[in-house]
T-cell receptor, first 112, second 113 residues
Framework: KQEVTQIPAALSVPEGENLVLNCSFT??????LQWFRQDPGKGLTSLLL?????REQTSGRLNASLDKSSGRSTLYIAASQPGDSATYLC???????????FGQGTTLQVKP | DTAVSQTPKYLVTQMGNDKSIKCEQN?????MYWYKQDSKKFLKIMFS???????INETVPNRFSPKSPDKAHLNLHINSLELGDSAVYFC????????????FGPGTRLTVT
């Protein structure tokens, strides 16, 4: 049974800092991994999707990596800004049904 | 140009009532999902439909019944609402079933009193 864990649950950094959010999963036989952002009281915004055959994916200041053998994914945020403050969720695609298994998220606060 | 929309955004009702949440996507996707986010912010899949056929049915009380009248719509009907049903319900869609990127709606916050 796939389980997804995100540590830490909360993170506070000063503006401008580079940071890494961690996601680990128990079953390496994932189809792909998706990172989302959730603002308070809002829906989920898809940030990056890494296919199981890929090692990393980049979008602007965001870079996500995937290491299936170690069961880990990281989301790197460069030059953080207060607008990056949100909860970041990772989710593993569990198979042909499209079922997403979510971690519990890391709440990021970027202080001006 | 809302891609995945849900109505209502907020729903407050009393225990024992029956309520429905509607979801529509204009992305031309074949697959739609319902997720529940509990008070601890944990998201869990409930149902999924592909081309109007149910393909995921997690361990959910049978008071919850999804219905997909066409590929662009997926509704969730809940009978005999209980306090524990209070949560945020998210609809999502993807191009097809499988490992495709999923796009989420804004959520419906259900409060049962």
């Amino acid at each position: 049974k796939q389980e997804v864990t995100q540590i830490p649950a909360a993170l506070s950094v000063p503006e401008g800092e580079n940071l890494v959010l961690n996601c680990s999963f128990t079953d390496s036989a994932i189809y792909n991994l998706q990172w989302f952002r959730q603002d308070p009281g809002k829906g989920l915004t898809s940030l990056l999707l890494i296919q199981s055959s890929q090692r990393e994916q980049t979008s602007g200041r965001l870079n996500a990596s995937l290491d299936k053998s170690s069961g880990r994914s990281t989301l790197y945020i460069a030059a953080s800004q207060p607008g990056d403050s949100a909860t970041y969720l990772c989710a593993a695609h569990g198979g042909s049904s499209g079922k997403l298994i979510f971690g519990q998220g890391t709440t990021l606060q970027v202080k001006p | 140009d809302t891609a995945v929309s849900q109505t209502p955004k907020y729903l407050v009702t009393q225990m024992g009532n029956d309520k429905s949440i509607k979801c529509e996507q204009n992305l031309g996707h074949d697959t739609m999902y319902w997720y529940k986010q509990d008070s601890k912010k944990f998201l869990k899949i409930m149902f999924s439909y592909n081309n109007k056929e149910l393909i995921i049915n997690e361990t959910v009380p049978n008071r919850f019944s999804p219905k997909s009248p066409d590929k662009a719509h997926l509704n969730l009907h809940i009978n005999s609402l209980e306090l524990g049903d209070s949560a945020v319900y998210f609809c999502a869609s993807s191009q097809d079933a499988g490992s495709y990127e999923q796009y989420f709606g804004p959520g419906t916050r259900l409060t049962v009193t």
